[in-house]
């Protein structure tokens, strides 16, 4: 899937901008008024009129290595040139989420996951699914650009997501300097870690494997989704007493650390849940946008947990 990356309109805004806020100084706003039209005037004094495309530029600009050829952050509703009147970050734009969206009088949401139910918002199979068209209908009646930041986020030169997460475990100071997703701690048992990532991050309730008094030193964490494979190989090249992750599938990594178990390692696998892992990344990108998109709200509204445990 393309990027739709088209770097020179933000350009030539940019010295729109430098060059009608020169002509400010020089002539002041009153003159202004007489040339140019009321937007141009607002957003010269005031510097705080964005696009959907400047904003997602802006982002992507401080990626190594982008715009990428193949990613998954495309507008999923809406379109570049729409005036931002306020965004929300998220995990999933949900219709819940539309809603407060469009209370808050904000038209631009940047989800982090898919907002049509599989990775690559493929919809050419939901055509017809009423729940599909209720939730484009409520995006394209409110003129609301939903844009993905999943694989930009992620590659910041320290991923933004496990930034976002870290800070909010307040575990900076444990992490390994050879491996980012890996924490050194004085020993404690893994019913206090496991107390202490809930009320941490806000979690009710977690799905583990292990021995609650088994003493816990290394943890490797993996917020989101990576995958079985990705799981197993790190937890044999960083052998952690417990992995935190997001979310596995049952018959992957679960059962790897059934069996390790089994062997006679004393592993212990956490599962926060998918969007719990992941929701501070969210939380991230709206510090980020408050500091680089002066005059712009941007709200964080968290997604919640879609299943509830009985
Ligand atoms: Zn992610």
Redo the contacts with the bound molecule.
Sequence with gaps: MKFPHNPIPFRDDLNRRSFMSTLTKALGSTVLLTTAGASDVYSIQYGNEWTVGQVMDLFIKEVPGAPFGQTVDTLKSGDRNIRVTGIVTTMFATVEVIRKAIDLNANFIIA??PTFYNHLDDTSWLADDPVFLFKSDLLKKNNIAVWRN?DY??RLTSDG?RAGVVRQLQWEKFVDAGNPNVFGFPPLSLATLIEQVKRRLGIPTVRYIGDLSKSCKKILLM??ASGGRNQITAIGREKPDVVLCGEVSEWETAEYVRDARAKGHDLALVVLGHVAS?EP?SAFLAGWLKEKVPGVDATHIPAGNSLMFA
């Design positions: 982090h996951e999943h986020i992620h997501v917020p989101g992941e990344g």
